[in-house]
């Protein structure tokens, strides 16, 4: 989702100004600017050399377009071709470019606190008794609904990075990252995540999952994210920390779930503590400010029942 800026090369009359000629000198929004470019770029690698060649011959500024559009391009093309599935060669490109833009672009900053997540365990052990399995509320609905909550608290956090400005997004969208059998990732949006009761949000996440894996996720889902979350507790990682994915300027992390030593009311005694993280934007936030925002999620996590 990276602004990826097109000049027409004043020095230059190889490929790369042969294909923005083509593409027309007309100022396309970004839908326009995906049906005309687009097209006329055979791989990642070759996008890569283009923008390489640009780089290296600044000059008079066509159009933007948005990386996100890039990958949403894969998704389509990938649902057209693939019904089954993605084009997990092509997904993997898209996230690497996207994730050296950001590493390049984005100065990142970096924190992570622990939380006690044993009311949370009881709650889902005392909630779910009354559920039927295909009902029942797991641990990850209350970890995104937290975040969810506290990134509507700390709009700084939620919205977009552009043309060195940031826009707070309007409603709370959770990019929430899924991995993909095969290989790939992808990290689609619960749109109004913070709106959605538990259930509400536990169903979606069932079914973004499972459309996720079989290549039917909507391009608006890859779009549309304006924070993310992102955890590999189930992969055994007590830390994770994240690469924020542009133009948002935050990324949520969650680890495993561990047994460790905690106190209790002036009492050492074993908890169920989960790791969080924040990798977030020194453009937008500092350390300060995100050390709120985590403390906030660990407060919501506490009080389960009034997610």
Not at 69 to 87: L, S
């Amino acid at each position: 989702m990276t602004r990826l800026h097109l000049h027409l090369l004043s020095d230059s009359t190889g490929e790369t100004l042969e294909m923005i000629a083509k593409a027309g000198l007309a100022q396309f929004d970004d839908a326009d600017v995906v049906r005309h470019f687009w097209p006329m770029v055979r791989s990642q690698q070759h996008l890569d050399r283009i923008m390489g060649d640009i780089a290296a011959h600044p000059g008079l500024v066509l159009f933007t377009i948005v990386s996100a559009d890039i990958e949403r391009a894969f998704v389509e093309k990938a649902q057209k071709t693939r019904p089954t599935g993605f084009d997990l060669a092509s997904m993997r490109s898209a996230i690497a470019a996207a994730m050296a833009r950001s590493k390049r672009e984005i100065p990142h900053y970096y924190l992570a606190q622990p939380i006690d997540m044993t009311p949370c365990e009881e709650w889902l052990t005392h909630t779910n008794a009354k559920r039927p399995p295909s009902d029942r509320v797991l641990l990850g609905a209350l970890l995104v609904k937290a975040v969810a909550l506290t990134a509507a608290k700390f709009p700084a956090f939620n919205g977009f990075y552009r043309n060195d400005v940031f826009e707070p997004a309007s409603s709370v969208h959770m990019g929430t990252a899924i991995a993909i059998r095969g290989g790939g990732l992808a990290a689609p949006a619960l749109h109004d995540a913070d709106q959605l009761s538990l259930a509400e949000l536990m169903s979606r996440m069932r079914d973004l999952v499972q459309r996720t894996r079989t290549g039917r996720i909507r391009s608006s889902e890859i779009s549309d994210p304006t924070i993310t979350v992102s955890s590999l507790g189930e992969r055994g990682v007590e830390t994770l920390y994240g690469i924020i994915y542009p133009p948002q300027v935050a990324i949520v992390g969650f680890g495993k779930v561990v047994a460790r030593p905690w106190v209790v009311d002036g009492a050492i005694g074993p908890r169920s503590v989960i790791d969080i993280t924040l990798s977030g934007d020194h453009r937008v936030t500092d350390g300060h400010v995100g050390a709120l925002f985590l403390a906030e999620i660990g407060k919501l996590l506490q009080e389960p029942s009034k997610l």
